[in-house]
């Protein structure tokens, strides 16, 4: 029978670790008292001998306060030792098979666990005696890491090992390394990692070699047990590299975001039982040779081979690169790491296909008498997009660039700026430190991606950034987030840098406008930074430094301000917060203004909803207390909104301690006056993480006809927790106050017949050509146009309540048929406009608070006297003009067009003639494709749906306004629960 030698190499390796980890758990690892005396026999001199020496005495004393830990320690020895067992059960397997040697493995692996675990448990008993103090922490570190490094109880078993337990070893070294009795340097080759949980043995190990301007940097073999995911047993060749002239000091950090470059120790080659032979090591298995090829001034390291990983893995492709590094004297240096070519053969008779394999990275530095900087230039593979940043500083004036190019599809974006070195002087204090602008094509604008990077300085990365080569990783992703590619995009607008302060330069604002397209908006971007004595000095110098950065927005929809401080301090203390001002005159109409954001139980426009409270920390100079105060003000359109909160906490590592009163307050006064107000108060003591002792109060005051109360108080005493409901209790006189009711029918009747309320419409796509004078003339409507009617104080075809807190004597106003000289008009729509829905209809107080503050309803109709136009008999017309020149002598030329009776059918039979019939007529039906299936809902409707399935509800319609829905659902109590409203739109 042919024997498998792999199988038979990994049980042989396996045999030998089964026995040396009999071993440990006969030894060392026998019972609590030996781990502890062996610990205790290796540990040097100090104060966790001492604990260790008493911890062990405490043991065999046999003494109640330790009997948990050595309990727990007896267990994870138990676990070891039924381990080794099981063991032992799988390598007796006959036949042994490879999943047979990963079993064996997995136990193996238990083994070290139980170890490991072990010692930590040591580790934290012995940690618990640290006393609190200000190095506590640090202390409790030392102790662990003292512990952790003690490795004579498990290389205990590898030392003095007899020549027939090394004899197989031995041999397998001296024919495939060369390596004379390995066995014997086993105790002070072995390494055992259990952050990464690997234990590793070095086998032989090569230096550095040099034949001219070629270096051999090394390479070392090592076996290796890895446990961390799959038990996994394997043999790896590493190779050493040297950082060579990437260690100068003008290349060192070259490429923004790497750490200096030191020696390594990749892997190049792995053989292990669960991967089998496999080659380099990352996401692509890049190989890399140990080998420099070195001139004076440039070196070529890191020679690399890698087989990409995912959709490419089958495709035939082999990615060769190499790293670059050169520099001439402390003048120019430059490094472009990961370049070479692709080379694809799909094997057969197919042609070889050898492509340029771009660098991901490339930085270089210039420093010379009149020009200094440098630049970093990136390439994404899998989005195909090249960045770069440019940042060059010459004599009286310094460039910034930064740019985005895709090139599957094409599109970029540029940020140019040019600074003025000194700043050009204004007036009153004021300079123009810097101009430029900003250029994107078939790319736009993210305006919610750039809102939610205002706090962490989002505008201040893409205009004028400081340093922008040391953070060219970062502001190439922000450009990348903020300008995303969209097909028919286009951005451009200017941006500036101005101060004030002249040349100390004590504020600095930074502003850009915006246009993008196709979807029209402006955006104002802005960037302001105060420092004292200047914002120009390093800011740890900085007394006050401030940071708040704008965004603003004007859309065919809304108008929106966003401000938000970036990491900012005033005189030591820390501050932070958000300001928002919205006006939103489409769909769902709404207006607030917060600084701070709203009432907790408010929902605000979702364009305002993530705002941060103002903030400022009023710490003392001291690690172990803090005082943390935040506040909010907001106007909306309905309510006041005000509160604000403090908190003081102490923290002394073993106990800990904080207090807190907080105040949310919101006043409403439509359609009546009404306010509530929150109450949070509280103070805990916490030891060793757990509570102490603590009251707390939470409560809830509305009012004020009636005032009702509602809340809970809790009191906490070691284990014992006590809660306090308080309320929900009444008191005070009921708002019995009745407004004289008015009748809506009267109201919407004056509205309606005034003549304001009467509009003629033009036809869709036509403008007015002749303009009447002001003379007592009837009303005239374009023949294929419509007339509107319409009125604002009362919405139609709705049930309403009351008009403002005035009760209503009819609910609900329709309007009839409409007559036109005497007949029915042939088409009729509703005229819809917005109305704020708790100034009509009676609603909770809690919908009122949340509710949209403007909805769409009927306020009228627009009609039509017909359908289809009707064509009176034709004409004959002489078409003439006059060409005038502007500021010329000679005469005017006249031509004249004569239509004779052809131009008529012509005209009136094209496709351009029938596509303006139906845009004039907006009445007229018009038969949709088969296909047509994506239709446009305004915004601020919804449906109602079955929460099961999200199914539209029987009978009813597929969009529909809020109101409408919420009353559906009230008119049907029993389903209440099943019903889902479901927001429809652009502005869902």
Same mark, same amino acid.
């Given at each position: ?6 199988? =038979?190499?990994?049980?042989?390796? +396996? ?23 062996s ?22 004393? *046999?003494? @109640? !306060? ?22 032992? $059960? ?31 448990l040591?580790? $934290? ?51 495939? +390394? ?19 949980k690997? +234990?590793? !043995? ?44 990437r ?43 140990p ?8 070196? %070529? ?6 087989? /990409? ?15 670059i ?13 990961? &370049? ?6 799909? &094997? ?25 900087g ?34 599957? /599809? ?22 123009? $430190?810097?101009?430029?602008?900003? +250029? ?22 893409? *205009?004028f950034?400081? $340093? ?32 004030w ?9 930074? *502003?850009?406008?915006?246009?993008s ?7 104002i ?30 859309t ?50 979702p364009?305002?909803?993530? %705002?941060?409270?103002v ?43 904080? =207090? ?22 509280g ?79 033009? @036809? ?11 003379f007592?003339?009837?009303? *005239? ?12 104080v ?12 005035s ?10 048929? @409409? ?12 005229? !819809? #406009? ?14 009122q ?15 039509a ?22 500021h ?31 845009r #004039? ?21 919804c ?8 199914k ?11 109101? =409408? ?24």
């Amino acid at each position: 029978m042919t024997v498998d030698v792999w199988s =038979a190499l990994i049980r042989g390796v +396996l045999g030998f670790a089964h026995s040396r980890a009999g071993d440990l758990t006969g030894s060392s690892f026998k019972d609590t008292g030996s781990l502890l005396a062996s610990l205790f026999d290796n540990s040097p001199d100090g104060t966790t001998k001492t604990r260790l020496g008493a911890l062990k005495q405490d043991v065999n004393d *046999l003494k @109640p !306060l330790v009997q948990q830990i050595a309990d727990a320690i007896k267990g994870k020895i138990n676990d070891a030792k039924t381990a080794v067992t099981n063991m032992a $059960n799988e390598l007796g397997t006959d036949p042994f098979t490879i999943e047979a040697a990963g079993r064996a493995a997995t136990e193996l692996a238990f083994v070290l666990i139980a170890f490991d675990e072990a010692l930590d448990l040591i580790a $934290n008993k012995l940690a618990e005696q640290e006393p609190a103090g200000p190095n506590h922490d640090a202390h409790v570190t030392e102790i662990k890491t003292a512990i952790k490094g003690i490795d004579e109880p498990w290389k205990k078993p590898f030392s003095n090992l007899a020549g027939d337990l090394t004899k197989t070893f031995d041999a397998f070294c001296q024919a495939v +390394l060369g390596v004379d009795k390995a066995g014997s340097k086993l105790a002070t080759q072995i390494a055992w990692s259990r952050p990464d949980k690997r +234990l590793a !043995l070095t086998l032989q190990s090569m230096g550095a070699r040099r034949m001219g301007p070629l270096g051999f940097d090394g390479a070392s073999v090592e076996a290796f047990f890895a446990y961390k995911t799959d038990a996994t047993l394997g043999l790896a060749l590493r190779a050493k590299l040297q950082a060579g002239l990437r260690n100068d000091k003008l290349l060192e950090k070259i490429i923004p975001g790497e750490a200096k470059t030191a020696d390594s120790n990749p892997v190049a080659i792995n053989l292990d039982t669960h991967d089998g032979l496999t080659f380099g090591e990352g996401k692509d298995k890049r190989l890399v040779l140990p080998v420099r090829f070195s001139f004076p001034g440039i070196e %070529l390291r890191e020679f690399a081979i890698a087989r /990409p990983q995912g959709k490419d893995e089958n495709s035939g492709r082999i990615d060769l690169m190499t790293t670059i590094a050169g520099k001439i004297g402390d003048v120019f240096g430059v490094v472009t790491e990961g &370049g070479g070519v692709t080379i694809t053969w799909t &094997g057969g008779d197919s042609a070889i296909d050898v492509k340029p394999k771009p660098p991901p990275s490339t930085g270089v530095r210039i420093n010379t008498g009149v020009v200094r900087g440098g630049g970093f230039l990136r390439y994404k593979e899998d989005t195909k997009e090249y960045g770069g940043v440019l940042d060059l500083q010459f004599a009286r004036f310094g460039i910034t660039a930064i740019g985005l190019i895709g090139t599957d /599809p094409f599109s970029f974006v540029v940020v140019i700026g040019v600074h003025f070195l000194p700043k050009i002087e204004l007036s009153f204090g004021f300079t123009l $430190n810097g101009l430029g602008g900003i +250029l994107a094509i078939e790319r736009t604008l993210d305006s919610d991606a750039l809102a939610k990077g205002l706090k962490e300085g989002a505008v201040g990365q893409l *205009l004028f950034p400081e $340093n922008p080569i040391d953070a060219a990783p970062k502001i190439l992703d922000r450009l990348a987030q903020v300008f995303p590619p969209r097909s028919g995009g286009f951005v451009i607008g200017p941006i500036a840098e101005l101060g004030w302060g002249s040349q100390a330069g004590f504020l600095k604002a930074r *502003l850009g406008i915006v246009l993008s397209l196709p979807d029209p908006k402006i955006v104002i971007l802005g960037a302001v930074q105060i420092g004292v004595p200047s914002a120009d000095v390093d800011p740890k110098l900085r007394v006050v430094d401030i940071h708040a950065e704008l965004l603003g927005e004007i859309t065919p929809d809304f108008f929106l301000i966003r401000v938000s401080l970036a990491p900012s301090k005033l005189a030591g203390l820390t501050l932070s917060g958000d300001l928002g001002i919205l006006i939103q005159w489409s769909g769902e109409a709404a207006f607030a203004i917060s600084v701070g954001g709203f009432f907790p139980k408010y929902t605000p426009p979702p364009q305002l909803a993530d %705002l941060r409270r103002v903030a400022i920390e009023l710490s003392p100079p001291v690690k172990w207390l803090t005082v943390h105060a935040e506040a909010y003000v907001a106007v909306t359109s309905n309510t006041i909104q005000f509160g604000g909160k403090i908190v003081v906490s102490a923290d002394l590592d073993v106990a800990s301690a904080k =207090a807190w009163i907080g105040l949310d307050a919101l006043f409403q006064w439509s359609p009546r006056f009404y306010f509530v107000f929150i109450v949070d108060v509280g103070i805990e003591v916490k030891a060793l993480g757990h509570t102490v002792a603590g009251v707390a109060f939470h409560g809830e005051l509305q009012g004020t006809k009636p005032w009702r109360l509602e809340g809970k108080a809790s009191v906490d005493i070691l284990f014992w927790t006590i809660d306090v409901p308080i309320g929900p209790e009444e008191w005070g006189e009921k708002d019995t106050t009745v407004a004289e009711t008015v009748n809506p029918l009267e109201i919407a009747w004056a509205a309606l017949t005034a003549d304001s309320a009467w509009t003629p419409q033009l @036809p869709a796509g036509s403008d007015m050509l002749v303009r009447f004078t002001e003379f007592d003339l009837p009303l *005239l409507v374009h023949p294929l146009g419509s007339l509107e009617v319409k009125q604002l104080v009362v919405p139609l075809e709705t049930d309403i309540d009351r008009i403002g807190s005035s009760p209503v004597s009819v609910r609900r106003i329709n309007l009839s048929s @409409p007559k036109v000289g005497g007949h029915d008009a042939m088409a009729v729509s509703h005229s !819809l #406009d917005n109305f704020p829905p708790g100034h009509f209809i009676q609603q909770p107080d809690d919908q009122q608070a949340t509710r949209p503050d403007f909805e769409a309803f009927p306020c009228g109709m627009k009609l039509a006297t017909t359908q289809v136009p009707d064509f009176g008999g034709s004409a004959d017309a002489v078409y003439e003009w006059n060409t005038v020149f502007p500021h010329q002598t000679f005469a005017s030329n006249r031509d004249k067009w004569i239509l004779d009776a052809i131009a008529r059918p012509v005209m009136r039979t094209s496709a351009v003639a029938a596509a303006q019939r139906l845009r #004039d007529n907006p009445y007229q039906q018009v038969t949709r494709a088969a296909d047509d299936i994506i239709g446009m809902v305004d915004p601020g409707l919804c449906q109602v749906c079955l929460k099961s399935d999200l199914k539209l509800v029987a009978g009813q319609p597929s969009a529909m306004t809020t109101t =409408a829905a919420a009353q559906f659902v009230m008119a049907n109590r029993a389903m209440e629960q099943a019903l889902e409203l479901v927001s429809l739109g652009v502005a869902a």
